[in-house]
């Protein structure tokens, strides 16, 4: 009963106190504070090739570095191999984030095809 009067004298004494609110400042606004700052790494050699495959020609197969008519396991397997050396959450070197978004384009083409 003492312990129950003490959190209510407390409470009632804090009513008329003004409550402070954390001034929070956005994640987005952090990270491109944070990534303007920093230059990108230059990617590794592998990713180099990966990304150039990508840019340089349109065809899905190629792109992932597939013969045609690849069974899906084959295309699945490909992409991940792939996809390892460009996710964005593995690097931040330069250009593979773009090389990433091209890479899972190019998997959709393939399975679109291979859907009965």
């Given at each position: 009963?003492?312990?129950?009067?003490?959190?209510?004298?407390?409470?009632?004494?804090?009513?008329?106190?003004?409550?402070?609110?954390?001034?929070?400042?956005?994640?987005?606004?952090?990270?491109?504070?944070?990534?303007?700052?920093?230059?990108?790494?230059?990617?590794?050699?592998?990713?180099?090739?990966?990304?150039?495959?990508?840019?340089?020609?349109?065809?899905?197969?190629?792109?992932?570095?597939?013969p045609r008519g690849a069974k899906k396991d084959e295309v699945n397997r490909a992409y991940r191999?792939?996809?390892?050396?460009?996710?964005?959450?593995?690097?931040?070197?330069?250009?593979?984030?773009?090389?990433?978004?091209?890479?899972?384009?190019?998997?959709?083409?393939?399975?679109?095809?291979?859907?009965?």
């Amino acid at each position: 009963d003492l312990f129950f009067s003490q959190i209510v004298k407390q409470v009632e004494s804090n009513k008329g106190a003004p409550h402070r609110q954390k001034r929070q400042i956005s994640t987005v606004r952090r990270s491109r504070e944070r990534s303007s700052s920093l230059q990108l790494p230059q990617p590794t050699q592998d990713q180099m090739g990966v990304i150039l495959r990508l840019t340089e020609t349109s065809d899905p197969w190629t792109q992932l570095g597939i013969p045609r008519g690849a069974k899906k396991d084959e295309v699945n397997r490909a992409y991940r191999k792939l996809a390892v050396l460009l996710h964005p959450d593995k690097t931040q070197a330069h250009g593979t984030a773009e090389a990433f978004m091209i890479l899972g384009k190019a998997r959709n083409q393939i399975l679109k095809t291979l859907e009965p």
